[in-house]
């Protein structure tokens, strides 16, 4: 048995499997995905501790199913990320996080709060009398993705056109595709970028309150066009994919576990643990840059290292009766959903504020909240966990 995207266990429910490989074979060597499999918590968090050994650099750029024609369309920006902050290694990292961190401070993260909670009310004063709805579809993306749209700086009536291309994004990037899909996905892909480098070009000339702007002034100085531009470019993804996945993720683990609404109290640590327990995250790449010999395997040098997160987060050897949901559990926040070490998320404090504010606006306007029977599937992927569907009714 090996990791197979292509299965609906990979993602839906990997965890006898992984299991196994923690116990057996705690370096794997997955032929599916070209990669060595880090599988145990102690050495996940060492790898993301060791920037040395098990380097980012190109390590989200893992696109290597994609066909040459595709590359050929995609030109230069086959290489897109290459100067992301979480795709590269220190000095780079350290100048690009300095520079990002300045739009994440506390304060910039609480003042985000009330505008998110303001969308969560609004999109619900719109859609509560229906009585029904799919999660993923009406309810999960859209307040997420409206405050990353204004903190990003994207005009209201450009969202739509961002949010599918970030779809399309994903899939050429993130899961395979035959290779007719991929010149359609890689059109999209080249639209968004253009898009983005129109909105930088477009603050530089004349500044607004918003990240762009804020990471414009930084242009020639701190920062590249073309860091800036992958930098919004990713934030974008984030918001418009990785914390609504998250949402469905919990949403439907709190219905099905019969806690809803959550007690007001009980909101963070319900968060962490839907977070350990059902992650949008499943790991992060890395290159070995020397020969590693871990658990009697050796990962030759240059040889592409998953670092599964979403295993770590189920290892027993940290959390007790780790397949149980446990809203007392004492070390929920030890999973590493949002990286570790100098690439732990600089945006975890937004996402998991996100997280806590819609399901207390969920839980106090829709209490009756509950599942329509059906079966559940999820996307198919490389390293995220997200539901196609959700239909839920209250």
């Not at 404090?349 to 029977?373: H, S």
Request: charged share 25%; with cysteine.
């Amino acid at each position: 048995m090996d990791f197979d995207v292509s299965s609906d266990w990979h993602v839906a429910d990997p965890y006898a499997f992984l299991r196994r490989l923690r116990r057996e074979h705690p370096v794997f060597h997955s032929a599916h995905l070209g990669a060595y499999v880090l599988t145990r918590h102690a050495d996940v968090r060492a790898a993301y501790g060791d920037p040395r050994r098990f380097s980012s650099e190109g390590s989200l750029t893992i696109s290597r199913s994609l066909t040459g024609a595709t590359r050929e369309k995609l030109g230069e920006h086959g290489s897109f990320l290459s100067s992301f902050v979480a795709n590269v290694d220190p000095p780079d990292h350290t100048r690009l996080r300095r520079s990002v961190s300045r739009a994440f401070t506390p304060r910039a993260v609480a003042a985000l709060e009330q505008r998110f909670r303001a969308l969560n009310e609004d999109l619900l004063d719109r859609i509560e009398a229906r009585g029904e709805a799919d999660f993923v579809r009406d309810l999960g993306h859209e307040p997420s993705v409206k405050l990353t749209a204004r903190f990003i700086g994207v005009p209201e009536a450009d969202e739509e056109f961002v949010r599918a291309r970030v779809k399309d994004w994903f899939q050429l990037f993130l899961s395979p595709q035959p290779p007719e899909r991929q010149l359609v996905l890689a059109d999209s892909f080249l639209e968004y970028l253009d898009y983005v480098d129109r909105l930088v070009a477009a603050r530089a000339r004349e500044p607004r309150d918003d990240f762009t702007s804020l990471m414009t002034g930084l242009i020639g100085g701190e920062l590249s066009h073309r860091e800036v531009v992958e930098l919004i470019s990713t934030i974008l993804l984030g918001g418009n994919d990785t914390v609504p996945n998250q949402l469905g993720n919990s949403v439907l683990r709190l219905l099905r576990e019969g806690i809803w609404p959550v007690p007001g109290e009980r909101l963070p640590a319900a968060v962490e643990e839907c977070m350990r327990i059902d992650g949008a995250s499943l790991g992060s790449f890395r290159h070995a840059t020397t020969d590693l010999t871990l658990h009697g395997t050796t990962i030759p040098a240059g040889s592409l290292v998953l670092l599964s997160t979403d295993s770590a987060a189920h290892d027993e050897a940290v959390f007790a009766d780790p397949e149980t949901f446990d809203l007392d559990r004492p070390n929920a926040d030890a999973h590493m959903v949002f990286g570790y070490g100098i690439h732990f998320c600089v945006g975890a404090a937004l996402g998991r504020l996100q997280l806590r504010t819609a399901l207390e606006v969920l839980g106090r306007r829709l209490p009756g909240l509950r599942l329509v029977p059906g079966p559940v599937v999820y996307r198919k992927s490389i390293v995220g966990r997200g539901l196609t569907e959700l239909p839920v009714k209250w």
